[in-house]
């Protein structure tokens, strides 16, 4: 299925095209919720997209992870003049990849045999696909939307969206209330329904980015998916 103003799911979209089509997704209604200062990212926060990116593709599109990334070797880092002209040149050698660190890329790979192991893991990624987009015109807002899902399982009608964070024991059911979360399930859940016209669950899988990459997954709860609903109708009435 093409998307040609239908709405719908695609499957096997790539994730340059989906920015490219139309329609408000939950990272523009994130924005119009959010200060100017909040919006500005630091070299920290960057960094942890970085590796946060990198993760997903390694574990959900492992195919494209060799095509897309590669490993400096030991020792290349950016601190000082030299090693930024070093790091630069690695760069320019391997132009059309994304360069990890030696440190970042050895705890991808050890995440991934964390990962392949973990039983629930396991379960969930029998069935359902990987970046599956949709869109639709919502009936609510009459507004053109969209929203990309890391993993989609029509049969068992559940969401799996996930996450890395430094510890899982900071990953509190207040840190789920928060507006990123919540919006986002929310937003993906509503756009299931609206498609479907039948209700889902969504999970985080919620993965430590440091040894011994414990692995939680996190069913968001009805109170939870209240607050996004709240959260969201309030941006859209920036919105229009």
């Known amino acids: 299925m093409s998307h040609t103003g239908q709405c719908g799911f695609l499957y096997n979209l790539p994730f ?3 920015q ?14 959010s200060s100017r ?20 593709c390694l574990l959900l599109e492992p195919h494209k992870f060799e095509k897309l990334y590669v490993c400096a070797p030991k020792g290349l ?64 807002f009459g507004t053109d939307c969209k929203a990309r899902m890391d993993w989609y399982d029509a049969e068992s009608m559940k969401i799996i969206d996930l996450k890395f964070t ?3 024991g900071k990953f509190s059911n207040q840190k789920l ?5 919540s919006v986002q399930a929310a937003w993906y859940k509503r756009g299931v329904y609206q498609l479907t ?9 919620i993965v430590e980015k440091y040894s011994p990459h414990m692995i939680s997954v996190i069913k968001v709860s009805e109170e939870i998916i209240r607050q996004g609903e709240h959260t969201i109708l309030n941006a859209i009435k920036k919105f229009q």
């Not at 132009?95 to 990962?115: D, H, P, T, Y």
């Not at 392949?116 to 969930?124: A, L, V, W």
């Open 77 to 140: 880092n950016r601190r000082g003049k030299s090693g930024k002209k070093n790091w630069e040149k690695f760069c320019e050698i391997h132009s059309g990849k994304n360069v990890l660190a030696a440190n970042e890329f050895e705890r991808l790979q050890n995440i991934l045999k964390v990962f392949q192991i973990n039983p629930k893991i396991n379960q969930f990624w029998k069935h359902g696909e990987t970046e599956v987009s949709m869109f639709w015109e919502d009936e609510e």
């Open 166 to 168: 430094n510890s899982i």
């Open 197 to 205: 016209g039948s209700a889902c669950d969504f999970f985080f899988v």
């Open 20 to 33: 490219r089509l139309p329609g408000l997704n939950q990272s523009k209604l994130r924005k119009l919720l």
């Open 177 to 181: 209330m928060d507006q990123h979360f």
């Open 37 to 56: 200062s909040k919006q500005k990212q630091g070299y920290q926060i960057q960094q942890a997209m970085n590796f946060g990116n990198a993760g997903h």
């Open 16 to 18: 340059e095209e989906y």
